[in-house]
C-alpha cells in the first residue's frame, strides 16, 4: 500500500519535473559545479604518480618473489623462461613482468579519471615509474649496460600500456553502463 | 542547436552517461545544459528560500557526478536524475525537521536552565522530582528563587562550591533526560 503510495506520488513528481517551468541556475552555482566536475575528471599529475608509486612498491615487490633472480623468491620457473629467452629477451621480459603487474592492477583499483589521465598524459606516469624503478636498481648495486636498461625499460613501457588498456578495457565492457 | 559528440551526431543522455562515465567533461556538459533548468525549476517548487534551493541543486548534480559510473545505460536518464533530485531534495527536508526539533529543546531551552533570570517559566513546566532531594532544592532556589550560591549554602548547610556541583549535577541529569525523551 505504501509502495503504491509512494510509486504514485513519485510519478506525480516526475511528470511535475519533466512538465515543470524550466528556470535557468545563477550562473556562479553552474560555474562551482562545472569547477568541480572539471577537478575531479582531471586528477592532479603528481598524484597519480604518488599513486602508481604505491601500487608499486606492494605489487612490484611481491612481483620480485616470483622469481629467484633478486633473492626473494624460490620459484625457477620465471627465471628460466626468461634467461631462455637470451640476456636481452630476458631484460624486456624482466621489465614487462614488473611493470605489466603494477599497471594490470592498477588498472583496476585506479578511478577512472586516474586512468585517464595517464592514458592522455601518454603514460608518461608509466614511463616515469620505470624509470625510478631502473635507478633503484642501479643505486642497490645491479650492473646494468645502458642497451640493457633501455631494453628494459622498453619492456616496461610496452607492457605498462598493455597491461593499462587490457583492465581498462574490461572495466569498460563489465562495468561501464551496467 | 545539434551538439556533437562522439560517433553520434546528436547522442542520447544515456549515450552521453556512457561518455561521461568514461570521463568525457564535454558529455557533462551537454547533460547539464539539458537538465540543469528542469532541476533548479523543480527545486523552486520544493524549497522556499534561494540559498536553500542552490545548495540543494549543487548537491544534486555533486551527487550525480559521484554515482556516475552507476548508471545503467539500459535505463533511461531522466528519471535517475529526477530520483536523485528528489532524494537530495527530501534528505535536506528530513536535515532541516531535525535541526529544528533538536535545536530549541537542546540549546534554547537549557540556555534558559542556565540563565536564573530567564529560566524560571521554563523551570515550571520540568518534572524536578527526578532529581535527588538536595539537587533538587538547590536547582529550585537557584532558578525558581533566584537565590546566589552562597545563600542556598547556607540554607543547605553547605559550601557554594558544593553548591554549584549539585546545581550543575542537577542540570546534567535534566539534560540527559531531554536527550533520552527525544530531544
Known amino acids: 500500500m505504501g509502495d503504491k503510495i509512494n510509486a504514485k506520488e513519485w510519478a506525480k513528481d516526475f511528470d511535475l519535473f519533466m512538465s515543470g517551468t524550466e528556470v535557468q541556475p545563477p550562473t556562479h552555482v553552474s560555474r562551482e559545479i562545472f569547477e568541480f566536475v572539471r577537478k575531479d575528471l582531471n586528477p592532479e599529475y603528481w598524484k597519480i604518480l604518488a599513486k602508481l608509486g604505491a601500487t608499486h612498491a606492494v605489487v612490484g615487490s611481491l612481483s620480485l618473489l616470483i622469481c629467484s633472480q633478486f633473492g626473494m623468491g624460490t620459484g625457477v620457473i620465471v627465471m628460466n623462461t626468461f634467461t631462455s629467452l637470451g640476456v636481452f629477451g630476458c631484460t624486456v621480459f624482466c621489465g614487462a613482468l614488473f611493470l605489466g603487474l603494477t599497471n594490470f592492477v592498477a588498472g583496476f583499483i585506479f578511478a577512472i579519471p586516474e586512468l585517464n589521465k595517464v592514458r592522455r598524459t601518454g603514460y608518461s606516469p608509466i614511463l616515469l615509474l620505470g624509470a625510478v624503478s631502473l635507478t633503484i636498481f642501479l643505486f642497490f648495486g645491479a650492473n646494468i649496460a645502458l642497451n640493457l636498461a633501455l631494453a628494459w625499460l622498453m619492456g616496461a613501457l610496452i607492457a605498462g600500456v598493455i597491461a593499462t588498456e587490457v583492465s581498462f578495457g574490461i572495466r569498460r565492457v563489465f562495468t561501464l553502463g551496467r | ?183
Open chain 2, 1 to 183: 542547436m545539434k551538439e556533437t559528440l562522439g560517433s553520434s551526431p546528436d547522442p542520447s543522455d544515456e549515450e552521453l552517461m556512457l561518455l561521461y562515465q568514461t570521463g568525457q567533461e564535454r558529455a557533462f556538459a551537454i547533460l547539464y545544459q539539458r537538465y540543469s533548468s528542469r532541476v533548479y525549476g523543480f527545486l523552486r517548487k520544493r524549497l522556499s528560500d534561494q540559498n536553500s534551493i542552490e545548495d540543494v541543486f549543487q548537491a544534486v548534480f555533486v551527487k550525480l557526478h559521484r554515482s556516475r559510473e552507476q548508471f545503467n545505460t539500459s535505463f533511461t536518464f531522466a528519471p535517475w536524475l529526477f530520483t536523485i533530485a528528489r532524494t537530495v531534495a527530501l534528505d535536506w527536508h528530513k536535515k532541516q525537521v531535525v535541526e529544528t526539533k533538536y535545536v530549541p529543546r537542546s540549546e534554547v531551552e537549557l540556555e534558559a536552565l542556565e540563565s536564573p533570570t530567564s529560566g524560571t517559566a521554563e523551570l515550571g513546566l520540568i518534572d524536578l522530582s527526578v532529581l535527588p532531594r538536595t539537587q533538587k532544592s538547590a536547582v529550585e532556589m537557584r532558578y525558581m528563587k533566584d537565590m546566589s550560591f552562597d545563600d542556598i549554602a547556607r540554607r543547605l548547610d553547605t559550601t557554594p562550591d558544593n553548591v554549584r556541583q549539585l546545581v550543575s549535577r542537577g542540570l546534567k541529569q535534566l539534560r540527559s533526560l531531554f536527550a533520552k525523551a527525544g530531544g
